[in-house]
């Protein structure tokens, strides 16, 4: 079964402008994490947030993390066409020991 | 340079035959795991082994088998078990620490195609 659930399923947005993507989980994690992912390609790793952590940086990527909301955000700041991917979250869950993956945001972002 | 090797990246396979996909690291990690995706849907973990010569059952362990021989190698078999085994196979590893997984290496994938 899938933990974490992407909101929006799909993004289109302009180079220059700002991407946003959620995710929500069911249960207690360890971390959560996300990746990047090209099409016909493997999965990427971005950044992973602990669970005693409540915001992370990484260039123009920024994560939130809500705990007691079972929620997390990546931020794109000043997106480009090279951006343009599916993005997954993936929670550690504590009683589980793998990461489960959501069914990830497209983001297509037009030059 | 270090990373995981899968192959063949793409595959084509008749129905009521098994097929094995290879599966290489060179990272030096502990954890090897397997994950399916079809169109539009996220990672099922398959199969995972966090030590040679032991491996465990994820979500949709039915119709494959796995062997864990070799700290490098995590070959996946799909069998003729598997009912609709058409799909883009993804091999991951990571270092384990304690009881937290940590980020994720993957290989570039295996599409099996079944005729």
């Known amino acids: 079964s899938q933990q974490g659930e992407e909101d929006p399923q799909a993004l289109s947005i302009q180079e220059g402008e700002n991407a946003t993507m959620n995710c929500s989980y069911k249960t207690s994690i360890n971390n959560l994490q996300w990746y990047r992912q090209n099409s016909g390609r493997g999965l990427v790793h971005l950044i992973l947030i602990r669970s005693n952590e409540r915001e992370k940086h990484s260039g123009r990527l920024r994560v939130t993390l809500d705990t007691s909301k079972k929620s997390s955000s990546l931020l794109i700041t000043a997106s480009r066409a090279a951006d343009t991917a599916s993005y997954f979250c993936?929670?550690?869950?504590?009683?589980?020991?793998?990461?489960?993956f959501g069914a990830g945001t497209q983001v297509v972002v037009t030059p | 340079d270090g990373g995981i090797t899968q192959s063949p990246k793409y595959l084509f396979r008749k129905e009521g035959q098994n097929v094995t996909l290879s599966c290489e690291q060179n990272l030096n990690h502990d954890a090897m795991y397997w994950y399916r995706q079809d169109p539009g849907q996220g990672l099922r973990l398959i199969y995972y082994s966090q030590i040679v010569n032991d491996f465990q059952k994820g979500d949709i362990a039915e119709g494959y088998s796995v062997s864990r021989e070799k700290k490098e190698s995590f070959p996946l078999t799909v069998t003729s078990a598997q009912k609709n085994p058409t799909a883009f196979y993804l091999c991951?590893?990571?270092?384990?620490?304690?009881?937290?997984?940590?980020?994720?290496?993957f290989g570039e994938g295996s599409r099996l195609t079944v005729l």
């Open positions: 993936a929670t550690d869950e504590i009683s589980w020991g793998k990461l489960q």
């Open positions: 991951a590893s990571s270092i384990r620490t304690g009881e937290t997984t940590g980020e994720l290496f």
